[in-house]
C-alpha cells in the first residue's frame, strides 16, 4: 500500500492510496474543524465513509 497526500495551506488534505502493483485502491479528503480537529470523508473502492481525529498541534493560521 502506497500513500500519497497534499497538505493545503489552510491545513486541508487530499491524497490517495494505492494497491502494491500500482493500482487505485481509494481517495480521502478532509479539513480543520476547529483548532484542535480534522473530519473528512474517503472512498476505499466504492466503500464511502467519514472520519474525525484529533490534533496534536494546532491548525495553521
Not at 487530499?14 to 484542535?36: E, H
Amino acid at each position: 500500500m502506497q500513500v500519497t497526500a497534499t497538505i493545503g495551506s489552510d491545513g486541508s488534505v487530499s491524497g490517495t492510496l494505492l494497491n502494491p502493483d500500482g493500482s487505485k485502491y481509494g481517495v480521502f479528503w478532509g479539513r480543520p474543524s476547529g483548532a484542535r480537529s480534522m473530519q473528512g470523508s474517503f472512498d476505499l473502492n466504492g466503500r464511502v465513509g467519514d472520519w474525525t481525529v484529533p490534533l496534536r498541534v494546532p491548525v495553521p493560521k
